[in-house]
């Protein structure tokens, strides 16, 4: 089955720093990979998802990458404010088979003032 | 438009009690998951229905856990008997008929003592 691999577990950056997390994938027939924010107390929010047919996705200060040859993408935040702070996790699925979603182990990311 | 409801928010048990957890979808989806979220870990799927029916319930553990989802709209998991290993939040998602995007409730944070 899938199996998917996230760094860091935690991250501290400084309030308007960039944060990255990057995460790598087994199964290559996963074609759909979205990121998941969850706040203490709260279910995962969806933030951003990025499908194996495009290599680049932006939302405001949220951005995803995927590289589909080397089985890996990542999380870019810019501009990183205090509401940041959370635990993110990716996740990845192959669509039309049940869309079941594995995900990775997490990143704590804090943001500092 | 409202999200996922789960209820309760808290239990707390001991080992060998039963526990029952609710949860209606938003409305509209078709697709209903429960997922198990262990401390420090990402969400594992449980089961998955599509309306009333079971799509894949490989990683249910059956001796003791089991759902249902009767009119294919609200769903109910229960533990009997409850193991301290099952000391988890236990997530509730939905998506529309099987699409990729899942939306997650807030959870039921259980603590087997």
């Known amino acids: 089955g899938e199996n998917v691999e996230q760094h860091p577990s935690t991250l501290s950056v400084q309030e308007g720093d960039s944060a990255v997390i990057k995460c790598t994938y087994s199964?290559?027939?996963?074609?759909?990979f979205p990121w998941y924010k969850q706040e203490l107390g709260k279910g995962p929010q969806l933030i951003i998802d990025i499908r194996s047919n495009v290599g680049e996705k932006k939302d405001q200060r949220i951005a995803v990458t995927l590289n589909k040859t080397a089985k890996h993408f990542s999380l870019h935040i810019t501009e990183t404010q205090p509401e940041d702070s959370a635990v993110y996790f990716c996740?990845?699925?192959?669509?039309?088979?049940?869309?079941?979603?594995?995900f990775g182990t997490g990143t704590q990311l804090k943001v500092e003032l | 438009e409202a999200g996922v409801a789960q209820s309760p928010r808290y239990k707390i048990i001991e080992k060998r009690q039963s526990v029952a957890f609710w949860c209606n979808p938003i409305?509209?989806?078709?697709?209903l998951y429960w997922y198990q979220q262990i401390l420090g870990q990402g969400p594992k799927l449980l089961i998955q229905?599509?309306?009333?029916?079971?799509?894949?319930d490989s990683q249910l553990p059956k001796d003791r856990f089991s759902a249902e989802r009767l009119k294919g709209v609200d769903s109910t998991l229960k533990i009997q008997p409850a193991k301290l290993e099952d000391s988890a939040v236990y997530l509730c998602?939905?998506?529309?008929?099987?699409?990729?995007?899942?939306?997650f409730g807030p959870g039921t944070r259980l603590t087997v003592t």
């Open positions: 996740a990845a699925s192959i669509t039309g088979g049940g869309n079941k979603l594995t």
């Open positions: 998602a939905s998506s529309l008929n099987g699409e990729v995007e899942q939306y």
């Open positions: 409305s509209g989806h078709a697709t």
């Open positions: 199964d290559s027939a996963s074609n759909y």
């Open positions: 229905f599509q309306n009333n029916g079971v799509v894949d």
